[in-house]
């Protein structure tokens, strides 16, 4: 598709476990409500889903100028989940019809999955896990470009990326990097209904069981205000689990750095960074990470940062407001002892 055929943003407005619409979508939808104003062009929820018609009040208060869901169909199970077959032809279907210049998805498992096939269908690029958007004019390159940042060469740098010449300009962004902005009175939406024409039984790849996010285990690293992280420095996964001891002390949430994650000391859900997940919170405690740009970057809007680590002169140091150089499992141990003895004379007051 060419650029100068093409205007709007559509966002992937996901469903979570067909019961709530995923909050890194309304976080898109913020993010692009804010771009089109900007482009002045048209800014699209793409909604599918069962009972679909349940989330549009909620979209509509994020301030798409269109609404674009689907009728329903006859067997109930067709778009309960994100199916792989259906959601690329609907979506390619919308494109072709709608030509929007950027298409924005969360980066959660369908919207890589949807960002990817359509790319291919459209020849175009897909910037994944960005964690910033901009609309800006290049010289030599052309005017309203979006920019898509994300750190680059092992996150030595962030790099801006662009898709000058093909359409869409499609990019991924992790949960948690926007936030989530209602509009104050928002207009009323265009609505257009579609027809998805896919039947469940001639699919070649059947959902023989799709567990909800809620069914596996869901952590709301996101959302939590006080994180106990872990890495490589806690050396094993009989220390790591010394984390949800701590964890379960003080009502925290434990995360992780990719190594505990691939080291099988905890499951993926915990990963914080790049290619895990953005957090915020008031207190984020960190044993042993050592603070690449891959974790650091996800978790810079943290409160304050407290680390404990054998090397004085580790790089999370840098962006921590307490550094304490200790080994992180005596410390872990001795900080559970003292707290278990401060909860226990408190009990006995
Ligand atoms: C494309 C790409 C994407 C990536 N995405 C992510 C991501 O999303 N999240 C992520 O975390 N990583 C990611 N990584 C990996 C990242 O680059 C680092 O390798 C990783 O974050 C390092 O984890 P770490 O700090 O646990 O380990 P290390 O870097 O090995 O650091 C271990 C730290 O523990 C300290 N230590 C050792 N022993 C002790 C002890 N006994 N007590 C106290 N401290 C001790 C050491 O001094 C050191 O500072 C990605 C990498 C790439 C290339």
């Given at each position: ?69 689907n ?28 030509l ?25 690029g ?62 009323k ?10 039947q ?22 996101e ?47 915990r ?68 707290i ?10």
């Open positions: 598709m060419k650029a100068n055929e093409c205007k709007g943003i559509f966002v992937f407005t996901e469903i979570q476990d067909h019961e709530k619409i995923l909050d890194g979508a309304l976080e898109l939808l913020s993010k692009g409500r804010e771009l089109a104003s900007k482009l002045n062009e048209k800014l699209y929820a793409v909604v599918f889903g069962l009972n679909v018609e349940q989330y549009l009040p909620k979209i509509e208060s994020f301030g798409p100028d269109v609404i674009i869901h009728k329903e169909t006859k067997d109930p199970q067709t778009l309960k989940h994100y199916n792989c077959e259906i959601f690329p032809d609907m979506w390619e279907e919308l494109i072709k019809k709608y929007p210049s950027i298409v924005l998805f969360p980066a959660t498992e369908a919207g890589t999955d949807l960002s990817a096939r359509l790319a291919q269908r459209f020849a175009t897909l910037t994944a896990h960005c964690s910033d958007l901009e609309i800006d004019d290049l010289e030599d390159y052309g005017t309203n470009l979006l920019i898509m940042k994300r750190p680059a060469f092992s996150g030595n740098l962030s790099a801006s990326i662009i898709c000058p010449d093909k359409r869409p300009q499609m990019a991924t962004i992790q949960q948690g990097v926007f936030k989530q902005q209602p509009v104050e009175n928002p207009q939406p265009e609505y257009i209904a579609i027809e998805c024409k896919h469940l039984e001639k699919l070649r790849i059947v959902n023989v069981e799709s567990p909800t996010r809620y069914q596996r285990e869901c952590v709301p690293l959302r939590s205000n006080l994180i106990v992280a872990g890495g490589r420095g806690m050396g094993s996964k009989g220390n790591f689990e010394k984390l949800f001891n701590l964890a379960n002390l003080i009502d925290a949430e434990v995360g992780a750095t990719r190594v505990p994650v691939f080291n099988e000391w905890c499951d993926q859900e990963m914080i960074g790049q290619t895990g997940k953005v957090v915020k919170p008031d207190l984020y405690i960190n044993f042993g990470i050592s603070g690449q740009i891959q974790h650091t970057t996800s978790i810079r809007e943290s409160k304050r940062i407290i680390s404990i680590n054998t090397d004085p002169k580790a790089k999370i140091n840098d962006i921590s407001d307490y550094i304490i150089n200790e080994d992180a499992v005596s410390f872990i141990e001795a900080l559970i002892k003292r278990q003895q401060e909860k226990k004379q408190f009990c006995e007051k």
